[in-house]
């Protein structure tokens, strides 16, 4: 073999490689394309279009409200730096991957809306309702589904931990500490 049949082979067996490696580049980015517009997208839901968050066990539920410029806890004011941080939480979801189609898998993901916590976004009359499940795999995970979709999606985000706070958590750091001032006797009252 002389040297310009080897190099003439060469540059065959990369042009090869080069056309088997494109497509699977180019899946890749379709996929990630895809899980951003499943059915539990959260880049909707912002402080500037909800007005009001539901969300809760089915022993507990709270609710923010937007009242007046300002996000109320159950009626009382919210920390809105704890409100825009949770908003925040959401706008930098992800998802990660379909966790199942099967709705028997619902209980063992805890998105049945009987267990784990039942999300509720209302923007003007509109109502999107989630279940956000147990915690996934790794750290800052958690399984999700939307109302009426069978699909679950494992998703990343911190907001997770937001809906697990008491109502006293969404409080003005200022207003619980006077709260606890004025339930506590002081020395010259005992």
């Given at each position: 073999?002389?040297?310009?049949?080897?190099?003439?082979?060469?540059?065959?067996?990369?042009?090869?490689?080069?056309?088997?490696?494109?497509?699977?580049?180019?899946?890749?980015?379709?996929?990630?394309?895809?899980?951003?517009?499943?059915?539990?997208?959260?880049?909707?839901?912002?402080?500037?279009?909800?007005?009001?968050v539901e969300f809760?066990?089915s022993?507990?539920?709270?609710?923010?409200?937007?009242?007046?410029?300002?996000?109320?806890?159950?009626?009382?004011?919210?920390?809105?730096?704890k409100?825009?941080?949770?908003?925040?939480?959401?706008q930098?979801?992800?998802?990660?991957?379909?966790?199942?189609?099967?709705?028997?898998?619902?209980?063992?993901?805890?998105?049945?809306?009987?267990?784990?916590?039942?999300?509720?976004?209302?923007?003007?009359?509109?109502?999107?309702?989630?279940?956000?499940?147990?915690?996934?795999?790794?750290?800052?995970?958690?399984?999700?589904?939307?109302?009426?979709?069978?699909?679950?999606?494992?998703?990343?985000?911190?907001?997770?931990?937001?809906?697990?706070?008491?109502?006293?958590?969404?409080?003005?750091?200022?207003?619980?500490?006077?709260?606890?001032?004025?339930?506590?006797?002081?020395?010259?009252?005992?």
């Amino acid at each position: 073999m002389n040297q310009k049949t080897l190099i003439l082979l060469v540059t065959v067996l990369l042009g090869f490689i080069a056309i088997a490696a494109v497509p699977k580049l180019f899946k890749q980015d379709e996929s990630k394309k895809q899980l951003n517009k499943v059915s539990v997208d959260m880049s909707g839901f912002s402080e500037e279009t909800v007005n009001k968050v539901e969300f809760g066990s089915s022993e507990e539920k709270k609710a923010l409200n937007l009242t007046t410029g300002q996000w109320q806890i159950n009626g009382e004011e919210a920390d809105q730096i704890k409100v825009k941080l949770f908003f925040d939480g959401i706008q930098k979801s992800e998802v990660l991957k379909l966790a199942s189609k099967n709705d028997e898998n619902h209980k063992k993901f805890q998105v049945t809306g009987d267990d784990g916590v039942v999300l509720k976004f209302f923007t003007g009359e509109k109502e999107n309702e989630f279940y956000v499940g147990k915690r996934g795999p790794s750290f800052g995970t958690f399984y999700i589904r939307k109302k009426g979709i069978k699909n679950v999606y494992l998703m990343r985000g911190s907001f997770f931990e937001n809906l697990t706070w008491v109502e006293q958590e969404w409080k003005e750091e200022k207003k619980v500490e006077e709260e606890a001032d004025e339930k506590i006797p002081k020395m010259n009252e005992l």
